[in-house]
């Protein structure tokens, strides 16, 4: 269901959510894909992934607040895995699991 957006001036369109008949359309650009307007669950769980892998880098080394999001970017960057996938196992590590070698091995290369 697409309607003309009122207002916008700009040729956008306005989608309307059939689930809610109440919710007025949300305005879109001409050809913006709706899916791609609005973080999706996946990427709003993998940035709360890295936070909380963040707090635990820097609770458990005893690192500068602004330090945490570093160490787990390099980390990330140095063993060519995903941002998300190595803050899973962060917090896996902060939840008394073991800490994979390889991440253990980079994080004394990079703290100590």
Request: net charge neutral.
């Amino acid at each position: 269901m697409h309607r003309r957006s009122r207002g916008s001036g700009r040729g956008g369109i306005a989608t309307a959510d059939p689930s809610n008949p109440h919710e007025p359309p949300t305005p879109q650009l001409a050809g913006a894909d709706p899916l791609r307007a609005r973080p999706t669950e996946a990427a709003a769980h993998a940035r709360a992934a890295v936070d909380q892998a963040t707090g635990i880098l820097t609770a458990r080394l005893l690192l500068p607040p602004d330090r945490g999001l570093d160490v787990l970017r390099t980390v990330s960057q140095h063993l060519d895995e995903q941002l998300p996938d190595v803050a899973e196992d962060i917090i896996r590590w902060g939840l008394g699991h073991p800490l994979r070698p390889s991440i253990a091995e980079e994080l004394r290369r990079l703290v100590d």
